[in-house]
């Protein structure tokens, strides 16, 4: 049986320190006798109060812009088709700023105002520190985002952080993923990896990728990598093309993707290249030829929900941003799912026995999301299945899920 983490454990796994008392932007606080207080406040018997926390400011600012906008849509839909048994869903929405820090205050101050659950955090280390701040008050949490394996689950105590869901896909599985689609589906049995080192995302995928596909049968021929803020990539694509790969996979960020696509092209590398949830904005950094054959794998697909992407636009002025903004709105639909379940037992909002049963629902539960219908795993991960995209005329298309 997995171990379920307290929030002293939890603290020491993830490597980050919760700001109990540290008190700045949000004017939070965070005692024990805030989570005592949570009940009273939470029980308000007409509304049902949710918090919604992303980067509004900052560096980070487009993905957690997307993912409280997508969230939000979602909510005041369920307002507008009368709410959850007739209550309104009040959204309180806390920007964190891309800070860790700020991030607990955040959760705090919405802990104080009553909130039932969270749709939150966006980024990895805020989100681990707010995860630990929440298994205090045992507070339902469904990340969109944030792929770090910790967020929910200590592999080396084999703990799972009871409170917290997440929406997204983890690091793993995208490496893991895309081996499977280029030996199984696309025939390749040579391949070379290109990547960032020192940066988890780009390790991680590269790591799962060159592990599952010599499992698989597939002979790796060369692994490359290059260090942050390097521009030229010739050398380490010269000695790819001398390895003869059938296809590189490239788990990195689309500025960079963009880069080292033009610089294969110029030393004559001219393979299909792979990667991951990072391509996600590659349109418009590669011409249609250095993309020709070119593969990565999303949460989301362009085209996927007509539906959410006409409300986005209504609600919004504007088409959805990026892939961030499904995924919120499918956090949030999570988090409705288990406060529907607690509400139709007749619980108080709140208590121990109501924020408990938000969290048994999620965990045996089927999400019909737009980003796919899914269940949990035992490590509160999403089992679904992935979009896989290619590229028609330099532009990103749905050629299947997988």
């Given at each position: 049986?997995?171990?379920?983490?307290?929030?002293?454990?939890?603290?020491?796994?993830?490597?980050?320190?919760?700001?109990?008392?540290?008190?700045?932007?949000?004017?939070?606080?965070?005692?024990?006798?805030?989570?005592?207080?949570?009940?009273?406040?939470?029980?308000?018997?007409?509304?049902?109060?949710?918090?919604?926390?992303?980067?509004?400011?900052?560096?980070?600012?487009?993905?957690?812009?997307?993912?409280?906008n997508g969230a939000a849509l979602y909510l005041k839909q369920v307002n507008a088709d009368g709410g959850i048994n007739?209550?309104?869903?009040?959204?309180?929405?806390?920007?964190?700023?891309?800070?860790?820090?700020?991030?607990?205050?955040?959760?705090?101050?919405?802990?104080?105002?009553?909130?039932?659950?969270?749709?939150?955090?966006?980024?990895?280390?805020?989100?681990?520190?707010?995860?630990?701040?929440?298994?205090?008050?045992?507070?339902?949490?469904?990340?969109?985002?944030?792929?770090?394996?910790?967020?929910?689950?200590?592999?080396?105590?084999?703990?799972?952080?009871?409170?917290?869901?997440?929406?997204?896909?983890?690091?793993?599985?995208?490496?893991?993923?895309?081996?499977?689609?280029?030996?199984?589906?696309?025939?390749?049995?040579?391949?070379?990896?290109?990547?960032?080192?020192?940066?988890?995302?780009?390790?991680?995928?590269?790591?799962?990728?060159?592990?599952?596909?010599?499992?698989?049968?597939?002979?790796?021929?060369?692994?490359?990598?290059?260090?942050?803020?390097?521009?030229?990539?010739?050398?380490?694509?010269?000695?790819?093309?001398?390895?003869?790969?059938?296809?590189?996979?490239?788990?990195?960020?689309?500025?960079?993707?963009?880069?080292?696509?033009?610089?294969?092209?110029?030393?004559?590398?001219?393979?299909?290249?792979?990667?991951?949830?990072?391509?996600?904005?590659?349109?418009?950094?590669?011409?249609?030829?250095?993309?020709?054959?070119?593969?990565?794998?999303?949460?989301?697909?362009?085209?996927?929900?007509?539906?959410?992407?006409?409300?986005?636009?209504?609600?919004?002025?504007?088409?959805?941003?990026?892939?961030?903004?499904?995924?919120?709105?499918?956090?949030?639909?999570?988090?409705?799912?288990?406060?529907?379940?607690?509400?139709?037992?007749?619980?108080?909002?709140?208590?121990?026995?109501?924020?408990?049963a938000v969290i048994d629902a999620i965990a045996s539960g089927t999400i019909e999301g737009i980003t796919g219908t899914?269940?949990?795993?035992?490590?509160?991960?999403?089992?679904?299945?992935?979009?896989?995209?290619?590229?028609?005329?330099?532009?990103?298309?749905?050629?299947?899920?997988?």
């Amino acid at each position: 049986m997995k171990k379920m983490i307290s929030r002293r454990n939890f603290l020491t796994a993830a490597g980050v320190v919760a700001a109990a008392g540290v008190l700045t932007a949000c004017g939070g606080s965070s005692s024990s006798t805030a989570a005592s207080s949570t009940a009273a406040s939470a029980a308000s018997g007409d509304t049902i109060k949710i918090g919604v926390m992303g980067p509004l400011t900052g560096n980070v600012s487009v993905y957690g812009q997307a993912v409280v906008n997508g969230a939000a849509l979602y909510l005041k839909q369920v307002n507008a088709d009368g709410g959850i048994n007739g209550k309104q869903i009040e959204i309180l929405t806390e920007d964190e700023q891309g800070d860790a820090t700020q991030a607990v205050n955040c959760f705090t101050k919405m802990v104080d105002e009553g909130i039932t659950a969270l749709v939150g955090d966006v980024t990895t280390t805020p989100t681990l520190a707010v995860a630990a701040e929440s298994a205090d008050y045992n507070m339902p949490m469904v990340t969109a985002s944030a792929t770090a394996e910790a967020v929910t689950y200590d592999a080396e105590t084999d703990t799972v952080n009871e409170n917290v869901f997440r929406a997204t896909f983890t690091d793993p599985f995208q490496g893991i993923k895309m081996a499977d689609y280029a030996y199984q589906k696309l025939g390749y049995t040579k391949a070379a990896v290109i990547f960032k080192k020192g940066a988890d995302y780009n390790e991680g995928l590269a790591e799962n990728f060159v592990n599952e596909f010599e499992s698989l049968g597939g002979t790796i021929v060369d692994q490359e990598s290059y260090s942050d803020g390097d521009v030229d990539f010739k050398t380490q694509l010269t000695s790819i093309m001398g390895k003869g790969p059938e296809t590189v996979f490239c788990p990195n960020y689309y500025e960079e993707v963009g880069q080292i696509l033009s610089q294969a092209e110029s030393v004559g590398l001219n393979v299909p290249f792979l990667g991951g949830d990072g391509w996600d904005g590659l349109e418009g950094y590669a011409t249609a030829d250095q993309l020709k054959d070119s593969y990565f794998c999303a949460n989301y697909a362009k085209g996927s929900s007509p539906e959410f992407e006409d409300a986005y636009k209504a609600e919004y002025g504007e088409d959805y941003p990026n892939g961030f903004a499904p995924l919120g709105y499918d956090a949030a639909k999570t988090v409705v799912y288990g406060v529907q379940a607690a509400e139709d037992a007749g619980l108080e909002a709140g208590t121990d026995e109501y924020k408990q049963a938000v969290i048994d629902a999620i965990a045996s539960g089927t999400i019909e999301g737009i980003t796919g219908t899914f269940t949990f795993d035992e490590h509160h991960d999403p089992v679904k299945k992935t979009a896989i995209l290619t590229y028609v005329d330099g532009k990103p298309e749905l050629k299947e899920m997988f």
